[in-house]
Nanobody
Framework: QVQLVESGGGSVQAGGSLRLSCAAS????????MGWFRQAPGKEREGVAY???????SYAASVKGRFTISKDNAKNTLYLQMNSLKPEDTAMYYC????????????????WGQGTQVTVSS
């Protein structure tokens, strides 16, 4: 079965950096789109960054230029490098992957990790 396990969250001051990791198993990792999502208390979950099976990348406007998504197919691991963190980046961060290969449509994201908390203080 598909398993996604996030790590790397923590508490930092504004302007700091964190690197999140997501270890994937149970499926053909390289064929599926993967993404990072976040949800702050009282807010809806939002997409942060996506990377397709062919390496195409997209970011939410709020993180573009500060966050970098990458993946290591040999290690079945997804990363999110977060720099210049702001208090508004505080949220639970989740990695997710699609049930169908080769698509990054939001409705295709079907498997989720348990999340890792990121807290940014001012």
């Amino acid at each position: 079965q598909v398993q996604l396990v996030e790590s790397g969250g923590g508490s930092v001051q504004a302007g700091g950096s964190l690197r999140l990791s997501c270890a994937a198993s149970g499926y053909t990792y390289s064929r599926h789109c993967m993404g990072w999502f976040r949800q702050a208390p009282g807010k809806e979950r939002e997409g942060v960054a996506y990377i397709s099976s062919d390496g195409s990348i997209s970011y939410a406007a709020s993180v573009k230029g500060r966050f970098t998504i990458s993946k290591d197919n040999a290690k079945n691991t997804l990363y999110l490098q977060m720099n210049s963190l702001k208090p508004e980046d505080t949220a639970m961060y989740y990695c997710a992957t699609t049930a169908v290969p080769s698509t990054c449509l939001l409705r295709a994201f079907a498997y989720w990790g348990q999340g890792t908390q990121v807290t940014v203080s001012s």
